[in-house]
């Protein structure tokens, strides 16, 4: 009932008028039963006057349910139009059959005039043609608006499809979820439109052209596909803001030394392709210190002119050195062997699960930073987030959280804050109330708009602090 409430509470006025209209429309058959009934109390309706009134709300019922905001102009992508007018259409659906049911008691409880014999003056039909009606009508807007918002939705996500699919049928339960599928569509409705109307406004600016182009380094496990962008909607969003973005295309699971070797020839080769003289690198968890390897050991410096890292462990983690201490050999052994034998087939030619897994380790970072000075060509700076619960990040986040928080303290399900920090500059990113922001959740990798975090935003105005700083 809650959910309910609120969504009436968030209901607009263009969405208010429609309802308002098609209980008109009921309002219509029911007063010609109503008459029919009371036939020597209450005068009959012309019948001219019922069939234009019958057209009018046929009429209005067929709009509708093809423009349930009341509009057909274009405010957002051909996506996102589809999916705010079958929240629309939801809505509509869920508010009119409260407001129905309610109206129908309501009609079936007044109290009749003395004198008048309903059983004999109302025949059956007509009960059932009103019934009908209703249930047409509603039928047609609901199912118009669900299958919009499950074809079209991006954050319902398969568990909420399900949900609605299961709880369809039961009575009370069903009105809550589909409370919620409205709540999370109608927000990323909201949210897409807003994400337009900004972009359609500073496209002229070129907000993300800078002077050097973009290197986008992937994290441990992971390689640059084509087809699932490491980086989720970030590329694009970047783009589309004037920046020229390149991959870093190094291996998913091999040691900071030969991940940093990649590194070198891939920025060579960039420059190459581009021309210009050196790159800026946003590296992401591993990659930061794949980075940082390709800068001090490997001769970058000079072709690179910042590092940001993003949630990258430059401390190591100690929560990785306790399991390599604890779990036995031979677990390791096979653990490895099968994540190498996967990663072969994305992409590595010699993975190596455990010498990736190692130079993660607290003790193995010290070493590395001992090794790996900072340059002074090079403008350093580091971004950081953390989980404010286990449950605010998916599998398998939730599960390390525990873990990591226990032995490193404030985390992101992955690394510790303490970890994270590197450079002259810090970024620390924090939502105090709800989920917080996950090690995924920093990369854009399941596509999820979060509450109070706008991860896309968050990275047009990273790259447009190195513009502002001449980079």
């Known amino acids: 009932m809650r959910e309910l ?89 869920l508010t009119t059959m409260v407001f129905e049911a309610v109206y129908i008691v309501i009609l079936l409880l007044i109290r009749k005039p003395e004198g008048v014999d309903i059983s004999f003056n109302l025949p059956l039909f007509w009960w059932l043609g009103l019934l009908v009606k209703f249930f047409l009508i509603e039928l047609i807007i609901f199912w118009n608006g669900i299958i919009r918002v499950y074809l079209t939705s991006r954050q319902l996500g398969i568990k909420w499809r399900v949900i609605g699919i299961i709880c369809g049928f039961m009575p009370l339960v069903n009105i809550y979820v589909l409370c919620r599928i409205i709540r999370i569509a109608g927000n990323e409705a909201e949210w897409e439109t807003e994400k337009y109307i900004l972009n359609q406004t500073r496209v002229e600016y070129l907000q993300c052209q800078t002077r050097y182009p973009i290197l986008l380094v992937h994290g441990v496990f992971f390689r640059d596909f084509r087809f699932f962008n490491y980086w989720g909607r970030i590329p694009a969003e970047l783009i589309k803001n004037g920046a020229v973005i390149y991959y870093g295309n190094q291996h998913s699971a091999a040691s900071v030394e030969r991940c940093g070797e990649e590194l070198t020839r891939r920025i060579k080769e960039v420059l190459q392709e581009t021309g210009c003289e050196k790159v800026n690198i946003i590296a992401h968890s591993k990659g930061g210190l794949d980075s940082r390897y390709a800068i001090s050991a490997c001769g970058a410096a000079e072709y690179v002119a910042s590092l940001t890292t993003v949630n990258t462990p430059h401390r190591g983690c100690i929560f990785a050195d306790y399991l390599l201490e604890k779990v036995p050999d031979k677990i390791c052994c096979f653990i490895a062997k099968k994540y190498n034998a996967a990663l072969k087939k994305f992409g590595d030619s010699n993975p190596d699960f455990m010498e990736a897994v190692q130079d993660l380790t607290a003790s193995s970072c010290i070493k590395l930073n001992e090794k790996l000075p900072d340059d002074s060509r090079v403008f350093y700076q580091s971004v950081g987030s953390k989980m404010n619960h286990a449950s605010s990040g998916r599998f398998p986040l939730n599960m390390s959280y525990p873990l990591v928080k226990h032995f490193d303290g404030e985390c992101d399900g992955l690394v510790s804050v303490g970890s994270m920090k590197w450079g002259s500059n810090f970024i620390y990113l924090n939502v105090p109330k709800g989920r917080g922001i996950s090690h995924g959740d920093m990369i854009d990798l399941n596509r999820e708009n979060i509450a109070g975090f706008d991860t896309m935003e968050f990275y047009v105005n990273l790259v447009r602090g190195l513009k502002e700083r001449g980079f």
């Open 5 to 93: 409430c609120k969504l009436i509470g968030r209901i607009k006025f263009k969405i208010l008028s429609v309802i308002i209209i098609l209980m008109a429309v009921n309002l219509n058959f029911t007063w010609r039963i109503y008459t029919f009934v009371y036939w020597d109390v209450a005068p009959p309706i012309p019948f001219p006057y019922i069939k234009i009134v019958d057209t009018l709300c046929y009429v209005y019922v067929f709009y509708i349910n093809f423009f349930p905001n009341l509009t057909v102009r274009k405010v957002s992508t051909i996506r996102n139009k589809i999916l705010e007018d079958g929240v629309a259409l939801l809505k509509i659906f």
